[in-house]
């Protein structure tokens, strides 16, 4: 089925659809009952059973609409971590790049730790570089990178999906991704976060769907219960209600998060604050996303 307009109107009339279905349905059941108890009744009197013979035919006639459903729904619960206070992240005239190339120069940044910040700009601009230098995959070509005391960093990068060691199950790739004290019940309860229930835990990853490869990264990340999250790209190949279900979920995230996204929607949600590369320069925008655009 096809929708011309875009996503906050089709999911009004989606919900719209869905209620006048369900009243329907309602005054169908309720139709139903009237005709079954006059069935009942006169069925078996001589002066009412040609009556009950009808009743049956518009019986049978009545269908209910069947409310097509996901037969799994996406509900993402994140581990809280401990609460801390003070900087996540200083970039003291930080340049990265690569050994041939300058990307972005003279950076000067400073991230309160539970800041939730999209990393917005053109492609090729500089955004994943930026990601993979703050989480230590890739040396920075001058200046300082400091963490905060005691910080413990999650990177999903673009295509680690990729590199899931295809002899692993679903459940022993989250028990090697996890933190060490985590118990067997939270594991089971975040593989069905992700839509992985019951024996879907014992699947082979080589099995797995690109998307379900994806899911299963992200559940790993989660529950290593990292104070700070490293994000590019975390809603590629993911379908529409693991996006929606996520963006929620980080919304009520108390630690920091650092991401690169092209969905409008979900940055809208978990952004607020944004950093935009463009033209070899790094900018702060302490505000919003709304206040990003506007500016």
Not at 98 to 127: C, F, M
Not at 164 to 169: A, C, K, M, V
């Amino acid at each position: 089925e096809y929708f011309s307009s875009d996503i906050d109107a089709y999911l009004e009339e989606k919900r719209l659809r869905v209620d006048q279905i369900e009243r329907t349905n309602k005054n169908m059941i309720l139709k139903q009952k009237q005709l079954q108890t006059f069935i009942d009744k006169n069925k078996a009197k001589a002066f009412g059973a040609s009556q009950a013979r009808n009743k049956q035919k518009q019986l049978d006639r009545l269908e209910l609409t069947e409310l097509r459903q996901e037969e799994k729904k996406v509900k993402i619960k994140i581990p809280h971590i401990e609460s801390k206070t003070g900087h996540a992240l200083q970039c003291f005239d930080l340049t990265i790049g690569y050994p041939n190339k300058t990307v972005v120069k003279n950076i000067e940044l400073v991230v309160d730790r539970g800041s939730h910040v999209a990393i917005l700009g053109e492609n090729g601009q500089g955004k994943t570089t930026f990601l993979k230098t703050i989480a230590n995959d890739l040396p920075a070509l001058g200046g300082t990178i400091k963490w905060g005391h005691q910080i413990e960093i999650a990177y999903y990068a673009q295509h680690v999906y990729r590199s899931i060691p295809e002899t692993e199950t679903v459940y022993s790739y989250l028990e090697k991704s996890s933190r060490k004290n985590i118990v067997r019940q939270e594991l089971l309860d975040m593989a069905g976060n992700f839509l992985f229930h019951g024996d879907d835990v014992l699947k082979s990853v080589k099995v797995l769907s690109g998307g379900e490869r994806a899911r299963l990264c992200l559940a790993g990340l989660l529950l290593k219960k990292a104070d700070v999250l490293l994000l590019d790209e975390p809603t590629n190949h993911l379908d529409f209600e693991t996006v929606q279900a996520l963006g929620r979920t980080m919304t009520g995230f108390n630690g920091t998060i650092f991401f690169v996204c092209h969905d409008r929607e979900f940055i809208k949600t978990i952004a607020k604050q944004v950093i935009e590369i463009n033209l070899g320069q790094l900018r702060d925008f302490p505000g919003r996303y709304e206040d990003y655009l506007y500016y």
